[in-house]
């Protein structure tokens, strides 16, 4: 079985000592960053051999690919996304909703071009006018009932196109006044507050994955950020807002989180998430995570298994019909 961690790697292509560290360890996937993209070969190159040296064709390839500032795959080679927010501020609801379901949906079908499975997205992190702007335009909307009504068209627009979703980042980063990659946000917010922002979680928690936010929520846990924290991980994801798919970290080369990467990743693994997540292609890292990244088993390995079978084969897609419509969305909200 492979380990419950995924990796990411340092360049174009994986050198020699990174395709002898992914088939030793056997990460369960990959994640791939702007610096890992330059064109459509290239990439599928990459992913070619990552799923070779882990020995699975089917193991998963994940991107962050939202729309707007959060594009890994950009132009000139790939086709721009307006933001979240753009899209839920320009448009009527129901122009909305159809417009991230269309955008959603040739994301899809770029990211299946080049064999990529996941996609790091919908955002689903209710705004507010103080919101952090690491999430800012990444979030639809600062209504909880807009935000689930768009991450729903998003995912299933991506879910079309035979990728799929990880909402991010539960159980909500739009109260953050701190950027996590830099520093750990403390949200001094009541639990009557914070309910609010569970609810797109709650209702999108039929979705297959879900990704953590490296917060600490000091009415629920004042020591652990809800990645590290038993309660918020039992409590709140698994009960309150009763997410039943897997979950994984966001990525444990933040700096939110101190401390060695192995006793990073064991917390983490000890909180109750499936499955540990580390981008930064520093192999003394990940070697760190893998020490204690324990096989996939159990409720994980089921959950991995019925997040890989949420994958089906893609609807037919008429791309000059989408990207019509795509220009004509792009026209209405003013974006290039």
Not at 72 to 95: D, K, N, Q, V
Not at 146 to 153: E, K, L, S, T
Not at 218 to 247: H, Y
Not at 280 to 308: H, I, Q, T, Y
Request: net charge negative; hydrophobic share 45%; aromatic share 4%.
């Amino acid at each position: 079985m492979p380990k419950a961690f995924i990796c990411g790697c340092a360049g174009l292509a994986l050198s020699r000592e990174e395709r002898a560290f992914v088939r030793e360890s056997d990460p369960w996937g990959l994640i791939v960053f702007k610096r890992n993209v330059d064109d459509r070969d290239q990439l599928r190159d990459l992913i070619r051999t990552f799923r070779d040296s882990v020995g699975r064709a089917d193991a998963p390839v994940l991107i962050d690919q939202e729309g707007g500032r959060v594009q890994r795959m950009a132009p000139p080679r790939w086709r721009a996304y307006p933001s979240a927010g753009a899209i839920e501020a320009g448009l009527s609801p129901f122009e909305a909703e159809s417009a991230a379901r269309l955008i959603a949906r040739l994301i899809a079908h770029d990211l299946s071009e080049v064999g990529i499975t996941v996609d790091c997205a919908p955002v689903l992190d209710v705004a507010e006018l103080a919101t952090h702007a690491v999430i800012g335009s990444r979030a639809f909307s600062q209504r909880p009932e807009r935000v689930a009504a768009m991450g729903r068209a998003f995912a299933e627009g991506l879910l079309a196109g035979g990728v799929l979703p990880v909402v991010k980042h539960l159980p909500g980063h739009g109260r953050a006044r701190a950027d996590s990659h830099h520093e750990l946000p403390v949200v001094e917010a009541s639990r009557k507050e914070l309910e609010r922002d569970f609810l797109p979680f709650a209702e999108l928690r039929d979705l297959p994955m879900a990704m953590s936010a490296h917060v600490v929520f000091s009415a629920l846990d004042p020591v652990r950020p809800a990645t590290a924290s038993r309660i918020v991980v039992q409590e709140i994801m698994r009960g309150k807002v009763g997410f039943a798919g897997l979950i994984m970290s966001d990525d444990v080369s933040m700096k939110a989180l101190r401390g060695p990467f192995d006793e990073r990743a064991r917390t983490i693994f000890e909180a109750g998430l499936d499955i540990v997540l580390h981008c930064n292609g520093e192999l003394e890292e990940a070697r760190a995570v893998a020490s204690v990244a324990p096989e996939l088993s159990g409720e994980s390995l089921r959950r991995a298994g019925a997040a890989m079978a949420a994958r089906v084969v893609p609807q037919a897609l008429d791309l000059d019909e989408a990207e019509a419509k795509l220009a004509s969305i792009k026209k209405t909200l003013g974006v290039s």
